[in-house]
């Protein structure tokens, strides 16, 4: 196929944000921190030092480098704690589908994630071998909205940039497909992602021949 899909991990394959919630919330308990599901959209699409950077602003907490360090170490232990309890139930509508449908159009697709987690995530939910490549946080030096999660990603797709699909949860994901010159898709509200190309609640909402527009264009 001459098109290509970029999936993102958390919001749009499985909704992982809820446990990053409960780590956070742990970890802000310790500092003293008030920490709500307000806050944690803040953290949507962000990596994770970008994350406690965020944390600490809300509480208005300093830190040192190295409490930093000890920080994210026990944020993630937490996390991943609730991901090796995930299995095949916690992929989200619409995902299965719509991977049957790309495999039957020959379309192929990568994963394009700020998780660093995301190859474990991937394993619990049985979809890891399914992804052609996986470009995730281990993968790239800057964070979304860069887009070079997304670029590398292309590579792997041997696709030029305007011939990728992004799906994507995050503002700052939005923003790095955009910077990418790709087609961006905003999964979830529509006021908040209102500058993708396309936008749809979850993945049971596309249209069947979704693609096959795409390519007619
Ligand atoms: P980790 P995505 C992102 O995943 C999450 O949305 C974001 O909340 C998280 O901080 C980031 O991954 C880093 O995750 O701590 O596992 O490396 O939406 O880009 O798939
Ligand atoms: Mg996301």
Known sequence: STIGVIFDLDGVIVDTAKYHFLA????????????????????????????LEIL???????????????ALISKNEDYLEYIRKMNADEILPGVNGLLNELDS??????????????????KQVGLLERFEGIVDGNSVSK??????????????????PENCIVFE???????????????SVGIG?????????FNFNNLTEMPYDFFARLTQQ
């Not at 394009?112 to 991937?122: C, D, R, T, W």
């Open 24 to 51: 956070w919330k742990n970890l802000a308990n310790d500092l003293h921190i008030e920490f709500t599901e307000a806050h944690n959209e803040l953290l949507k699409g962000v990596s994770r030092v970008r994350s």
């Open 56 to 70: 600490l602003n809300i509480g208005n907490v300093t830190l040192t480098d190295e409490s930093k360090q000890n």
């Open 105 to 122: 159009q020959g379309i192929r697709y990568v994963l394009g994630s700020a998780s660093k987690n995301a190859p474990l995530i991937l």
């Open 143 to 160: 964070a979304k909205p860069d887009p070079e999660v997304f670029l590398i990603g292309a590579k792997r797709l041997n696709l030029k």
């Open 169 to 183: 949860d995050a503002i700052a994901g939005i923003e790095a497909a955009n910077k990418a010159n790709m087609i």
């Open 189 to 197: 509200d529509k006021d908040t992602l209102s500058e993708a190309d």
